[in-house]
């Protein structure tokens, strides 16, 4: 029986058909009674010309409780004629005055440590490294190799430079750390698809030696890491919020993000259950609803299960809530919800008629939110102190915030209501896509107001007066001017914060009149939809799931208008402080939270700057979907890091149609709206959307888009203008670039790259 994971690990790989050196074991019964033949050690028969390696396999080594790392000997490149010594020496590190130690630290009795000595053949290695099948900082779907040329005693002393990689194991995508890109692509994929296999021999998480010589890749040792566990993951999640905070978000965004989720959710909460005791139990869960890692915001998807879990029926509604957010991991965990039996049977009343009464509800709030905004444009002053400030912005939060909930109740009404109809049609015999397009014709008229009023302007700008002209863009700007491109976060530019945007807008639309004129045309008759032919029961359907999705486009586009208030109230505090000194530029209060907004700390300025270059690194991280934390989210500290971009060879894509329509064209790639330049006619290929992207839709041949859903914005609004869409498109920006012609079919989901740019 061998002693030590080491040997043991060994045996079980080599019996899993993983490309181990071969090895041989000298047990501890032969060393103990000095007893060494190395004639009975098959790695020395075969007149093996080579060198070997000498290491311990003790009985304490790699457990759950010590690894003894770099305790005990370990020889490499040792001589067939060296080789008993070197066994003998490895062994006597037993007695070791630093073993003695390591064991009276971790309280180990010394009588029951017992060493194997494991001599395997010894790899002449190009590159060597080690694989950590989960990141050791506590990240468990991401996967690290560091690497070095040469043998692995090199990489491990750190006497050669080394490259680590980042490998998202949900995305498979990486990015690397170090002066030269060591490992290709192809070498990387092979490296965790071994490592993927490993873990099913060995166990989840495992750190693992490997050499690779002429192209081969052999594994060296596989032991576990021994600070991980993975019991209680912390799991983000980015579907659909994406869709609100693409890409980066500075700390002020985050923050307020987090204040407003947390107030919205336990609201949700209190109108199911109706029981704070109840309620008050799980209040560390709704003070965390989102977070965020490497400047980017993601659900607390963990915590949105327990809050769902709160609702009736929460078997039948997580599943619809997953497809109709774009959730594709559809396994689930959360904390497990305790509600007494009389509670939870009244909450099966309370939850009915909240959805029975979520229409009148929602236009209360309609109304409630207009005299709110109202009040606020009356009394703001560009004078007004921070103190003044933060009055109206308290007074905001208590009087939105404690109510804005009702949008999630009128989510669920649309995502329930959705359901059913697609159920229905499915019933009625309609085919996947006649559903699709059925489901994406639902009429949504509030979000398409101001692209409609924008067009106008556009093309009747030489019918006005200068006066004229301006009077239309201050009305406009009075309306819409929060709608724009990222608009929930608080640090991007409106029309209301640099009206020059405005005028750029209309000037772009006036460049292509043709294209102008037709949709202004189309736009005269939106709204318009084809209903006949219903029987009751899917009239009836559909009539309560176009509801719930308009008054979901209502909402959104009051949210932006919420947001524009908040922006309005954040840099006029950034203004003020930027004057008296303490800050050096208005927008510097991005990178400050809204705890340190109205009590900004005497050292902001080192704050700021320190954020800055931290966010600087932050661009430069691939975005990844899903993040699994063993306890707490972290951010990454690199000094510099390189995105490295898959490439894939697939000529073919499917996903959600969403839009009917075929179309040709260029491809045109977007991963920054704020770098976008020439979009016009083009089919723009995206991560997400945001309601802000309808003014780009509208100069679009055709949109296709990785995330999303049958009720994102991106299938609604594309519809509305008549050009086709595509979402939910897996590998998406890993196969099209930018200059690539295509084609998109919006009634079946296909896209097939007809001709590749050749320029990378």
Wanted: proline share 2%.
């Amino acid at each position: 029986m061998m002693i030590g994971q080491k040997a043991v690990n060994l045996e079980k790989l080599k019996k899993g058909g993983i490309n181990v050196p071969e090895f041989s074991v000298i047990s501890y019964e032969q060393l103990r009674k000095g007893q060494i033949d190395l004639s009975t050690l098959s790695v020395l028969q075969n007149n093996y010309s080579g060198k070997f390696a000498v290491r311990s396999s003790a009985s304490v080594e790699d457990s759950d409780s010590a690894s003894f790392a770099g305790q005990f000997k370990t020889f490499l490149n040792v001589n067939k004629s060296d080789i008993e010594k070197k066994v003998k020496q490895c062994f006597d590190s037993l007695s070791s005055s630093n073993i003695k130690e390591y064991a009276k630290n971790n309280s180990i009795s010394l009588d029951d440590i017992q060493m194997d000595v494991i001599v395997q053949r010894m790899v002449n290695a190009d590159i060597s490294g080690v694989i950590f099948t989960s990141n050791p900082q506590g990240l468990l779907n991401e996967s690290v190799i560091t690497a070095g040329k040469g043998l692995g005693e090199g990489v491990v002393s750190e006497k050669v430079d080394t490259t680590t990689y980042y490998y998202s194991t949900t995305d498979k995508l990486y990015y690397y750390v170090g002066k030269e890109n060591i490992l290709s692509e192809n070498l990387v994929e092979q490296l965790i698809s071994i490592s993927k296999k490993i873990k099913t021999i060995v166990g989840e998480y495992i750190d693992i030696e490997f050499a690779v010589e002429s192209g081969n890749i052999y594994i060296l040792q596989a032991r576990k890491i021994t600070t991980l566990n993975g019991d209680t993951p912390l799991i983000l999640d980015n579907s659909n919020i994406v869709e609100s905070y693409p890409g980066v978000s500075l700390p002020l965004t985050v923050s307020f993000v987090h204040m407003v989720y947390s107030g919205v959710f336990k609201g949700v909460c209190k109108r199911i259950v109706k029981n704070e005791n109840v309620i008050n139990q799980k209040q560390d869960v709704y003070n965390n609803m989102v977070g965020s890692a490497n400047g980017r915001i993601y659900y607390k998807i963990s915590n949105w299960y327990t809050v769902l879990k709160f609702l009736p029926f929460s078997k039948k509604i997580i599943p619809v809530w997953q497809e109709m957010l774009g959730v594709k991991a559809k396994s689930y965990t959360g904390e497990e919800v305790k509600i007494p039996g009389y509670v939870r049977a009244m909450s099966y009343v309370n939850f009915v008629s909240e959805l029975l009464s979520v229409p009148k509800k929602m236009d209360k709030l309609n109304r409630d939110f207009y005299t709110i905004n109202d009040d606020f444009y009356s009394r703001y002053k560009d004078s007004m102190s921070n103190d003044e400030l933060c009055v109206i912005f308290n007074e905001i939060r208590e009087k939105l915030f404690g109510v804005w909930d009702i949008t999630l109740i009128n989510d669920m009404y649309a995502f329930i209501f959705t359901a059913l109809l697609k159920g229905r049609l499915k019933k009625l015999g309609k085919t996947t896509d006649q559903i699709n397009e059925y489901i994406s014709g639902i009429s949504d008229i509030e979000s398409m107001k101001p692209m409609k009023s924008l067009i106008d302007i556009a093309y009747n700008k030489d019918k006005y007066s200068s006066t004229e002209y301006e009077q239309a863009k201050q009305g406009y700007i009075s309306k819409y001017g929060d709608r724009c491109l990222e608009e929930l976060k608080l640090e991007s530019r409106t029309f209301r914060t640099s009206p020059e945007l405005f005028d750029e807008r209309i000037e772009f639309y006036r460049q292509d009149r043709k294209r102008l004129e037709q949709l202004y045309s189309d736009l005269q008759k939106h709204g318009i939809h084809d209903d006949k032919k219903q029987d009751l029961l899917t009239a009836a359907l559909y009539k309560k799931a176009s509801l719930g999705i308009k008054n979901r486009e209502v909402s959104r586009l009051n949210r932006s208008r919420i947001y524009g208030i908040v922006r309005q109230i954040f840099l006029a505090v950034g203004g003020n402080a930027a004057k008296q000194g303490i800050i050096e530029s208005t927008r510097d209060i991005f990178y400050l939270t809204v705890d340190e907004l109205f009590n900004i700390p005497q050292n902001a300025k080192a704050i700021i700057e320190q954020r800055k270059e931290q966010y600087a690194l932050f661009e430069k991280l691939p975005a990844y979907t899903r993040l699994i934390f063993e306890h707490t989210e972290f951010d990454k500290n690199h000094a510099s890091v390189n995105s490295h971009k898959k490439s894939l060879s697939k000529d073919r894509l499917s996903g959600t149609p969403c839009s009917f329509g075929i179309v040709e064209g260029e491809a045109c790639v977007i991963t920054d709206v704020k770098s976008v330049e020439n979009i016009r006619g083009k089919i723009l290929v995206t991560k997400m959307t945001d309601p802000g992207w309808v003014f780009l839709l509208a100069s679009a041949k055709g949109i296709i888009s990785e995330k999303g859903s049958l009720l994102s914005h991106t299938a609604i609004i594309s519809r509305e203008l008549k050009i086709p869409s595509i979402v939910g498109v897996d590998g998406l920006l890993d196969t099209i670039q930018s200059g690539d012609i295509i084609r998109m079919d919006g009634s079946s989901g296909i896209i097939e790259i007809l001709r590749k740019e050749q320029k990378r």
